[in-house]
Nanobody, 126 residues
Framework: QVQLVESGGGSVQAGGSLRLSCVYS????????MAWFRQAPGKEREGGAC????????EYGDSALGRFTISQDKGKNRMYLEMTNLKPEDTAVYYC???????????????????WGQGTRVTVSS
């Protein structure tokens, strides 16, 4: 059973930094692409920041997460989102997502991904 578990969220002041982590498990041959998306209060989910398994290629679907850096530690089955110079508009629940190896990749967009974590909340105060 595929599981994605996010951590690392919290409350920070504007200008601060956070590193979000996503532990993934249950993949038979490993995920193919993984991603971060976010959903701000009262808004639709947006993003994403996407990375291929192995970390050789990263894509940023739109400008929402383009300021941040996605990375992977394959040996630890972890994916990260390094967020610096945070702004109040970055306040959101951040979700980890993945698609199985062999599934079609339609680009760094929400509809590509079939497996999702429960999210970790980030609050940035001014």
């Amino acid at each position: 059973q595929v599981q994605l578990v996010e951590s690392g969220g919290g409350s920070v002041q504007a200008g601060g930094s956070l590193r979000l982590s996503c532990v993934y498990s249950g993949f038979t041959t490993g995920p193919w692409w993984m991603a971060w998306f976010r959903q701000a209060p009262g808004k639709e989910r947006e993003g994403g920041a996407c990375i291929v398994n192995g970390g050789d290629r990263a894509e940023y679907g739109d400008s929402a997460l383009g300021r941040f850096t996605i990375s992977q530690d394959k040996g630890k089955n972890r994916m990260y989102l390094e967020m610096t110079n945070l702004k109040p508009e970055d306040t959101a629940v951040y979700y980890c997502a993945a698609i199985l190896d062999g599934r079609p990749y339609y680009g760094c967009r929400e509809s590509t991904f079939g497996h999702w974590g429960q999210g970790t909340r980030v609050t940035v105060s001014s």
